[in-house]
């Protein structure tokens, strides 16, 4: 635990100016474990033995078009500074011509001014294959939020996309 957090503390503060970052509260925790982790969302999605301690995971297929697992996090929850922590596998992603598709986990902020913010972790793979590894990113949730939606998947390409588990923390500034 010590090491995921001085981890965090290490990508926190490459992604940030100066400032230091750490974990705070546990906002969401989904560990995909049963059909039902999403609520009756993507139910289809499910395998069971997946993920790191075979615990489950759901997975996307690619059919060149987009394939989104896409779910509403509380957004009154999650204003502030947050962290995402994703546990996640590719295998035989095609590549894609724009640099942008591919493997997705994105969360899409609405805000109520109509403007739409899209952030996704920059070390995320997006394309091939890669064995279970965790992707973070952080992002400030405007006070004048009016939507958060996270979308797990693969756009414009063919392979698969595994999530085995999606943790979303308060982030508190080091003074
Ligand atoms: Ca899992």
Redesign the pocket.
């Known amino acids: 635990m010590k090491n995921v957090i001085l981890f965090l503390i290490m990508i926190f503060s490459a992604m940030s100016l100066r400032a230091e970052y750490k974990k705070g509260d546990l906002l969401y925790n989904n560990?995909?474990?049963s059909k039902n982790a999403l609520g009756g969302i993507a139910e289809q999605s499910f395998i069971p033995d997946?993920?790191i301690?075979k615990?489950?995971?759901f997975r996307v297929m690619g059919y060149n078009g987009s394939n989104f697992i896409s779910f509403k996090l509380d957004a009154e929850k999650m204003k502030g500074v947050v962290g995402v922590e994703a546990v996640v596998k590719g295998v035989d992603i095609k590549a894609t011509e724009k640099p942008y598709h591919g493997a997705k986990v994105m969360m899409e902020i609405k805000r109520k001014n109509g403007r739409t913010i899209y952030s996704e972790p920059r070390t995320l793979q997006r394309s091939g294959s890669f064995d279970w590894c965790t992707v973070t990113m952080i992002e400030l949730i405007p006070d004048d939020v009016e939507s958060v939606t996270m979308m797990i998947g693969l756009q414009n390409t063919t392979g698969q996309f595994y999530i085995?588990?999606l943790k979303i923390f308060r982030v508190i500034e080091q003074p």
């Open positions: 560990e995909f474990d997946e993920g301690s615990d489950g995971a085995d588990s």
